[in-house]
């Protein structure tokens, strides 16, 4: 080794100098807190989008024809036992299907795979169509070439607003290839980089 750090496929160094900074608008103790406002939906996607998030999508059968759909809003859940959660839009005509099935899969896409997070982001077209898949353990469509898979079985759905939250159980899961995660921020795609000197997260949530 020569010291030198490998690089990673889609991580790209950035000058964090270029960032314009926000301003500061202090409250000071003593003074009345502000009144709540009501937040409209463009403020909300406005701020929530400084939020960077990783893209999946969401596999399942129905019958004998592969499903799916574009989807940000995923997160891991519980280490014990292995849970994980989506929430998708109550509006989405992949929902009911994957809630029948009763199972799920999770592919995790790498920062090569714009043109696949687009093509399960698009309505009235076969989503699989030219697509390389085979079926996880649990039957579910792994997407050829994602970062990683995690296979599911649905445990609760929960009404939440316009979303339903669907939380499952996490039967089988592996990483298909090292690369770097397609991330989603204000927008747009986004470049991940890596942080010198930075370590795991401590486990205090």
Same mark, same amino acid.
């Given at each position: 080794?020569?010291?030198?750090?490998?690089?990673?496929?889609?991580?790209?160094?950035?000058? *964090?100098?270029?960032?314009?900074?926000?301003?500061?608008?202090?409250?000071?103790?003593?003074?009345?807190?502000?009144?709540?406002?009501? *937040?409209?939906?463009?403020?909300? #996607?406005?701020?929530?989008?400084?939020?960077?998030?990783? *893209?999946?999508?969401?596999?399942?059968?129905?019958?004998?024809?592969?499903?799916?759909?574009?989807?940000?809003?995923?997160?891991?859940?519980?280490?014990?036992?292995?849970?994980?959660?989506?929430?998708?839009?109550?509006?989405?005509?992949?929902?009911? #299907?994957?809630?029948?099935?009763? =199972?799920? $899969?999770?592919? +995790?896409?790498?920062?090569?795979?714009?043109?696949?997070?687009?093509?399960?982001?698009?309505?009235?077209?076969? =989503?699989?169509?030219?697509?390389? &898949? &085979?079926?996880?353990?649990?039957?579910?469509? +792994?997407?050829?070439?994602?970062?990683? &898979?995690?296979?599911?079985? +649905?445990? !609760?759905?929960?009404?939440?607003?316009?979303?339903?939250?669907?939380?499952?159980?996490?039967?089988?899961?592996?990483?298909? #290839?090292?690369?770097?995660?397609?991330?989603?921020? =204000?927008? !747009?795609?986004?470049? $991940?980089?890596?942080?010198?000197?930075?370590?795991?997260?401590? #486990?205090?949530?």
């Amino acid at each position: 080794m020569n010291g030198r750090r490998r690089a990673v496929p889609g991580f790209e160094r950035a000058d *964090v100098r270029d960032a314009a900074p926000l301003p500061f608008r202090p409250h000071h103790r003593g003074e009345p807190a502000p009144e709540p406002q009501e *937040v409209g939906s463009g403020e909300f #996607r406005e701020v929530l989008g400084n939020f960077a998030t990783g *893209v999946t999508v969401i596999t399942a059968l129905d019958g004998p024809t592969p499903i799916g759909f574009t989807c940000q809003a995923f997160t891991s859940l519980s280490l014990d036992p292995p849970m994980v959660s989506f929430s998708v839009s109550r509006a989405s005509s992949s929902r009911p #299907r994957i809630l029948a099935a009763g =199972r799920f $899969c999770v592919n +995790v896409l790498a920062f090569d795979q714009h043109a696949l997070c687009a093509r399960f982001a698009t309505r009235g077209v076969d =989503r699989f169509l030219g697509i390389d &898949w &085979w079926r996880s353990p649990g039957g579910c469509p +792994v997407l050829d070439g994602s970062l990683a &898979w995690i296979d599911c079985t +649905v445990e !609760a759905e929960y009404p939440a607003g316009d979303h339903t939250i669907v939380v499952g159980n996490v039967h089988a899961l592996a990483v298909q #290839r090292e690369a770097a995660p397609l991330v989603y921020h =204000r927008g !747009a795609f986004a470049n $991940c980089f890596p942080v010198a000197g930075n370590g795991a997260l401590p #486990r205090v949530c």
